[in-house]
């Protein structure tokens, strides 16, 4: 009797405490009633139900949840084959369609992947390459997550956000661009060495030049300097020698003579000559 | 245990006699149970308390008091510490680095492949949204981290990435990174964005090296014919300054001699004057003086008589056929 009055005070606390419902800022409940929706709590805070087993309380998650697709080959409109990684964060916005439809995380994950790869699939065929990889990334980013919503509206999930965290090429096609990237640079190698060889022989040239009109330049100027001093010395000599003509001329003459006789010299001297007379006299 | 008869209803049952000898026990479970909501905030913390579930209050640093669990409950996110986050490689505990290349290599928007890798760093800008609107923090600003990169590395060609867009992509990123996290009400701020090491996949960096070794080698060739310019030009314009200045001696000679030439003259036409014949003739004869002795003197007495072909032999030193 003791242990039974007992197990019935137990049973009055887990009844009272079974009407209690904390709701989490990270959480919204559902309440069913013998599986029927009664009440859907989305505000945080003290809330009272019925004891189980009449109302149970269903929990979800209220935060923005993740969910890392696995990455997919998919081809672009230029049918070049692309690994699209992507990444969504989405939240339960109806908790009761939420549990009526998928029930729970795993299941609406396996859904979010149909969705979101299908329609990443039809988005990514619209654009070529080039287009994925530069400036229609967020434009496709945004789409995908338009069109993902309205497929995920049916299940109580809105998604906030699909984003591409990664374009890659397949492995097969990498060797190929690093094949292109590995001419690009010869090329631009190749082009900066002729270049290079362009400007030293153009400097080289340049400089020969320079150097010749240098030199000639100098000649000019020393041939003109040289002139001067031809004709200054013409002048002062005409100026001298123009005193008289006559004497300068027997001057020279003999200074001439003076020059040009030398020890091999035979001197022939007609009998009438000037210096024979001079020397018989 | 003693019992107590009670009416419930028509019927009687027994409930528990309240046993007083237990009432300091209890006073001090109750107690300890209000003991339990004392809580420190440290220096770099906010305490962030939920009253059932719901978020109630944010408390500062210190010593502070909440209702016990399950009435309230706190947090303490520590919003002044700067979380790290490494993208493309990764920090071992030796302090060396792995680099993990399938973040780190890329595409560029004219499609060639850069390898990237980047440190992102954060701190919590609004406890309550950083603790009630998202889950695994750190995952979500990898994973925005990764997305911003590739989009504004996407947006760059090879030749900005690898040198002058570096900064660009950075700070590009750094915002980027900021707007999907604001997107998710994440409550994070992205302190800095720093681009470590942007550099080409090792596949074919030996091509990236030889561009701007072939960039030092047109350097070099250009120094190089500098040189031959900076040695040759001088030497050049000295040659010249040489032939000028050679000239100009020549020219100041050639004056020089002439007024001394000129000054001799005047100087013996002076003594010429005052006695012309006199002087002539002894100028003549002196020269002669000078020149003619010891050298070979042939004379012929008449003019008529004189054959110069008969003389040709006469002297055997001069040659002349035999």
Same mark, same amino acid.
């Not at chain 2, 950075?170 to 996290?181: A, F, R, V, W």
């Given at each position: 009797?003791?242990?039974?009055?007992?197990?019935?005070?137990?049973?009055?606390?887990?009844?009272?405490?079974?009407?209690?419902?904390?709701?989490?800022?990270?959480?919204?409940?559902?309440?069913?009633?013998?599986?029927?929706?009664?009440?859907?709590?989305?505000?945080?805070?003290?809330?009272?139900?019925?004891?189980?087993?009449?109302?149970?309380?269903?929990?979800?998650?209220?935060?923005?949840?993740?969910?890392?697709?696995?990455?997919?080959?998919?081809?672009?409109?230029?049918?070049?084959?692309?690994?699209?990684?992507?990444?969504?964060?989405?939240?339960?916005?109806?908790?009761?369609?939420?549990?009526?439809?998928?029930?729970?995380?795993?299941?609406?994950?396996?859904?979010?992947?149909?969705?979101?790869?299908?329609?990443?699939?039809?988005?990514?065929?619209?654009?070529?390459?080039?287009?994925?990889?530069?400036?229609?990334?967020?434009?496709?980013?945004?789409?995908?997550?338009?069109?993902?919503?309205?497929?995920?509206?049916?299940?109580?999930?809105?998604?906030?956000?699909?984003?591409?965290?990664?374009?890659?090429?397949?492995?097969?096609?990498?060797?190929?661009?690093?094949?292109?990237?590995?001419?690009?640079?010869?090329?631009?190698?190749?082009?900066?060495?002729?270049?290079?060889?362009?400007?030293?022989?153009?400097?080289?040239?340049?400089?020969?030049?320079?150097?010749?009109?240098?030199?000639?330049?100098?000649?000019?100027?020393?041939?003109?300097?040289?002139?001067?001093?031809?004709?200054?010395?013409?002048?002062?000599?005409?100026?001298?020698?123009?005193?008289?003509?006559?004497?300068?001329?027997?001057?020279?003459?003999?200074?001439?003579?003076?020059?040009?006789?030398?020890?091999?010299?035979?001197?022939?001297?007609?009998?009438?000559?000037?210096?024979?007379?001079?020397?018989?006299? | 245990?003693?019992?107590?008869?009670?009416?419930?209803?028509?019927?009687?049952?027994?409930?528990?006699?309240?046993?007083?000898?237990?009432?300091?026990?209890?006073?001090?479970?109750?107690?300890?149970?209000?003991?339990?909501?004392?809580?420190?905030?440290?220096?770099?913390?906010?305490?962030?308390?939920?009253?059932?579930?719901?978020?109630?209050?944010?408390?500062?640093?210190?010593?502070?008091?909440?209702?016990?669990?399950?009435?309230?409950?706190?947090?303490?996110?520590?919003?002044?510490?700067?979380?790290?986050?490494?993208?493309?490689?990764?920090?071992?505990?030796?302090?060396?680095?792995?680099?993990?290349?399938?973040?780190?290599?890329?595409?560029?928007?004219?499609?060639?492949?850069?390898?990237?890798?980047?440190?992102?760093?954060?701190?919590?800008?609004?406890?309550?949204?950083?603790?009630?609107?998202?889950?695994?923090?750190?995952?979500?600003?990898?994973?925005?981290?990764?997305?911003?990169?590739?989009?504004?590395?996407?947006?760059?060609?090879?030749?900005?990435?690898?040198?002058?867009?570096?900064?660009?992509?950075?700070?590009?990123?750094?915002?980027?990174?900021?707007?999907?996290?604001?997107?998710?009400?994440?409550?994070?701020?992205?302190?800095?964005?720093?681009?470590?090491?942007?550099?080409?996949?090792?596949?074919?960096?030996?091509?990236?090296?030889?561009?701007?070794?072939?960039?030092?080698?047109?350097?070099?060739?250009?120094?190089?014919? +500098?040189?031959?310019?900076?040695?040759? &030009?001088?030497?050049? #314009?000295?040659?010249? $300054?040489? *032939?000028? %200045?050679?000239?100009? =001696?020549?020219?100041?000679?050639?004056?020089?001699?002439?007024?001394?030439?000129?000054?001799?003259?005047?100087?013996?036409?002076? +003594?010429?004057?005052?006695?012309?014949? &006199?002087?002539?003739? #002894?100028?003549?004869? $002196?020269? *002669?003086? %000078?020149?003619?002795? =010891?050298?070979?003197?042939?004379?012929?007495?008449?003019?008529?008589?004189?054959?110069?072909?008969?003389?040709?032999?006469?002297?055997?030193?001069?040659?002349?056929?035999?």
């Amino acid at each position: 009797m003791k242990r039974l009055s007992i197990a019935i005070f137990s049973l009055v606390i887990l009844f009272v405490l079974s009407t209690i419902i904390v709701v989490d800022e990270t959480e919204q409940v559902v309440i069913l009633q013998f599986g029927k929706p009664v009440k859907i709590i989305k505000e945080p805070g003290l809330n009272f139900k019925l004891p189980a087993p009449i109302q149970v309380l269903n929990s979800f998650e209220k935060r923005l949840l993740e969910y890392d697709v696995p990455p997919e080959e998919i081809l672009s409109r230029d049918k070049k084959s692309l690994i699209v990684d992507n990444y969504v964060r989405w939240r339960i916005v109806d908790p009761l369609l939420f549990l009526q439809t998928v029930r729970a995380i795993p299941t609406a994950k396996t859904r979010l992947d149909d969705i979101v790869y299908s329609e990443l699939r039809q988005e990514l065929g619209n654009h070529d390459m080039h287009e994925i990889i530069t400036e229609a990334r967020e434009f496709i980013m945004e789409k995908v997550t338009l069109a993902s919503n309205e497929e995920t509206n049916k299940y109580g999930i809105e998604v906030i956000d699909v984003r591409i965290r990664r374009v890659d090429l397949p492995r097969e096609n990498e060797a190929s661009i690093y094949a292109r990237m590995e001419a690009e640079r010869k090329r631009q190698a190749n082009k900066f060495r002729s270049e290079g060889e362009e400007e030293a022989q153009k400097i080289r040239a340049a400089t020969d030049r320079d150097k010749t009109v240098l030199l000639a330049e100098a000649y000019k100027t020393s041939q003109q300097i040289r002139g001067e001093g031809e004709a200054e010395a013409l002048d002062i000599y005409a100026v001298s020698f123009s005193k008289d003509p006559e004497f300068y001329e027997f001057i020279r003459t003999l200074e001439t003579y003076e020059k040009v006789i030398d020890k091999k010299t035979t001197l022939v001297l007609p009998g009438d000559s000037k210096l024979f007379k001079a020397l018989t006299q | 245990m003693a019992t107590r008869r009670v009416m419930f209803g028509d019927q009687e049952v027994e409930i528990p006699e309240f046993n007083f000898k237990i009432l300091p026990l209890l006073g001090a479970a109750f107690a300890l149970w209000l003991f339990t909501g004392v809580y420190m905030v440290g220096p770099d913390e906010v305490g962030v308390v939920r009253t059932f579930g719901e978020y109630t209050r944010v408390t500062q640093s210190g010593l502070n008091y909440h209702f016990p669990y399950p009435i309230e409950q706190v947090n303490t996110p520590a919003i002044t510490e700067v979380k790290r986050i490494e993208i493309g490689f990764r920090t071992l505990n030796n302090g060396q680095y792995r680099t993990v290349e399938k973040e780190s290599l890329m595409l560029t928007g004219d499609a060639n492949i850069v390898d990237a890798e980047m440190i992102v760093q954060y701190k919590i800008k609004d406890p309550v949204a950083y603790l009630f609107n998202i889950v695994e923090p750190e995952l979500t600003v990898r994973q925005a981290a990764e997305a911003s990169l590739r989009t504004v590395v996407g947006r760059n060609n090879i030749d900005e990435t690898l040198t002058t867009g570096k900064f660009k992509i950075q700070e590009g990123t750094k915002i980027q990174i900021q707007l999907i996290l604001d997107k998710y009400e994440s409550g994070i701020h992205v302190v800095a964005v720093q681009l470590q090491d942007v550099s080409p996949p090792k596949e074919v960096i030996g091509a990236f090296k030889d561009v701007a070794s072939a960039k030092e080698d047109k350097n070099r060739m250009v120094n190089q014919a +500098e040189g031959y310019r900076n040695d040759v &030009i001088p030497k050049a #314009r000295g040659e010249a $300054e040489a *032939m000028i %200045r050679d000239a100009e =001696g020549f020219k100041q000679a050639r004056i020089k001699r002439s007024e001394g030439d000129a000054a001799k003259f005047t100087t013996i036409l002076k +003594e010429y004057r005052k006695a012309k014949s &006199i002087t002539q003739k #002894r100028l003549y004869l $002196e020269t *002669m003086e %000078r020149v003619l002795p =010891g050298i070979e003197k042939i004379i012929i007495p008449d003019k008529d008589s004189g054959n110069m072909l008969n003389l040709l032999n006469l002297n055997p030193g001069k040659g002349g056929n035999k």
